[in-house]
């Protein structure tokens, strides 16, 4: 069976929730025919402007999809909807509930096919474990962290006691770009931010777990590291040159927490980048996952197969899981 670890859902009650507000109000969706909707992240120049398909929408769609594909299990984040972080704690608490209600309905809906990852409101910790909690009494299957907590890093100390709990919990960490990375509204060009921006983000945040000691803290998490583990594959040897400048002593080397605590999924647009990453994390932690709705699934599955040695495709399609994650 092909599980596709990387799948983005946005319910229809969230852009319910956000349509018709005021110009000045962001997040904030216009319907348009069709289904479809303009959702827009704010009013800066380099502000996130989507537009957004029926099928980023309806979840039925989404489900004929993974059947005209071949693909039996999706894990879904509603990604961009789920960057809460920089709203008020009210807002942000209720868009995480609804967010994490749906996905647990959508469980309920097709439980042979989809898992669902929860959202969190992590400017406070407080409110982001009693959520949690929530959303496990909800049985969804993971936890998406995005790759900054409005602007800040991912792991602050204030923020550990969240860690400790999925833990505890035995859930996955899902980890993917924040819309918005370090580069936004800088001066850069804008589409440095999701190209460069958002693959240094997300490994700066891997970095993060790591080289904090977080990871020996908590010592069971694992951790999905979305889009071939971003940049880390190429710099992780510069990294660990200057073990004598971390923070903190750690238990393993930079290499070791990679090979053993991160797993990656297999959305790249550069072939070469493949070897390295088999060398960095082994073969056996490349996931299958193509970021649909944003690409499509039979593209990203003749990629593979151009691409990937006979053997790791068939592994990364058919055998490879993170164990955690509890998919049956």
Same mark, same amino acid.
Not at 98 to 108: F, G, I, W
């Given at each position: 069976?092909?599980?596709?670890?990387?799948?983005?859902?946005?319910?229809?009650?969230?852009?319910?929730l956000?349509?018709?507000?005021? *110009? !000045?109000?962001?997040? +904030?969706?216009?319907? =348009?025919?069709? @289904?479809?909707y303009?959702?827009? #992240?704010? &009013?800066?120049?380099?502000?996130?402007?989507?537009?957004?398909?029926?099928?980023?929408?309806?979840?039925?769609?989404?489900?004929?999809?993974?059947?005209?594909?071949?693909?039996?299990?999706?894990?879904?984040?509603?990604?961009?909807?789920?960057?809460?972080?920089?709203?008020?704690?009210?807002?942000?608490?209720?868009?995480?509930?609804?967010?994490?209600?749906?996905? *647990? !309905?959508?469980?309920? +809906?097709?439980?042979? =096919?989809?898992? @669902?990852?929860?959202?969190?409101? #992590?400017? &406070?910790?407080?409110?982001?474990?009693?959520?949690?909690?929530?959303?496990a009494?909800?049985?969804?299957?993971?936890?998406?962290?995005?790759?900054?907590?409005?602007?800040?890093?991912?792991?602050?100390?204030?923020?550990?006691?969240?860690?400790?709990?999925?833990?505890?919990?035995?859930?996955?960490?899902?980890?993917?770009?924040?819309?918005?990375?370090?580069?936004?509204?800088?001066g850069?060009i804008?589409?440095?931010?999701?190209?460069? @921006?958002?693959?240094?983000e997300?490994?700066?945040?891997?970095?993060?777990?790591?080289?904090?000691?977080?990871?020996?803290?908590?010592?069971?998490?694992?951790?999905?590291?979305?889009?071939?583990?971003?940049?880390?594959?190429y710099?992780?040897?510069?990294?660990?040159?200057?073990?004598?400048?971390?923070?903190?002593?750690?238990?393993?080397?930079?290499?070791?927490?990679?090979r053993?605590?991160?797993?990656?999924d297999?959305?790249?647009?550069?072939?070469?980048?493949?070897?390295?990453?088999?060398?960095?994390?082994?073969?056996?932690?490349?996931?299958?996952g193509?970021?649909?709705?944003?690409?499509?699934?039979?593209?990203?599955?003749?990629?593979?197969?151009?691409?990937?040695?006979?053997?790791?495709?068939?592994?990364?399609?058919?055998e490879?899981?993170?164990?955690?994650?509890?998919?049956?």
């Amino acid at each position: 069976m092909i599980v596709n670890h990387q799948a983005h859902w946005y319910p229809q009650s969230y852009f319910d929730l956000v349509s018709g507000r005021r *110009a !000045d109000h962001y997040p +904030r969706a216009e319907k =348009r025919d069709g @289904g479809r909707y303009l959702y827009e #992240m704010g &009013d800066s120049p380099g502000a996130w402007r989507y537009e957004i398909a029926s099928h980023f929408i309806d979840l039925d769609e989404q489900v004929a999809a993974l059947d005209a594909a071949g693909i039996g299990m999706a894990v879904m984040s509603p990604n961009m909807v789920a960057e809460i972080a920089g709203f008020d704690l009210a807002e942000a608490r209720d868009i995480a509930t609804l967010l994490n209600e749906e996905l *647990a !309905d959508a469980q309920r +809906r097709y439980p042979d =096919r989809v898992a @669902g990852l929860a959202v969190l409101p #992590m400017q &406070d910790t407080a409110a982001a474990i009693e959520e949690l909690n929530r959303a496990a009494a909800l049985d969804l299957r993971g936890v998406l962290m995005l790759s900054n907590v409005a602007g800040k890093p991912l792991a602050e100390p204030e923020t550990w006691p969240i860690y400790e709990r999925i833990d505890e919990l035995g859930l996955p960490i899902f980890l993917h770009p924040a819309s918005n990375s370090m580069l936004h509204d800088r001066g850069f060009i804008p589409i440095l931010d999701s190209t460069a @921006g958002w693959m240094w983000e997300t490994s700066s945040a891997a970095l993060t777990l790591i080289l904090t000691g977080l990871l020996d803290r908590c010592p069971n998490l694992e951790i999905v590291h979305h889009h071939l583990g971003g940049v880390l594959p190429y710099v992780v040897g510069r990294v660990s040159r200057y073990t004598h400048h971390f923070p903190v002593e750690l238990e393993h080397s930079v290499e070791e927490y990679l090979r053993t605590r991160f797993y990656v999924d297999s959305m790249t647009n550069t072939p070469a980048a493949l070897p390295l990453a088999v060398h960095t994390y082994g073969a056996d932690r490349i996931l299958y996952g193509d970021d649909y709705p944003w690409h499509t699934h039979e593209e990203h599955q003749e990629f593979i197969r151009a691409h990937f040695e006979p053997d790791l495709a068939q592994a990364v399609l058919h055998e490879n899981r993170v164990a955690s994650l509890r998919l049956g």
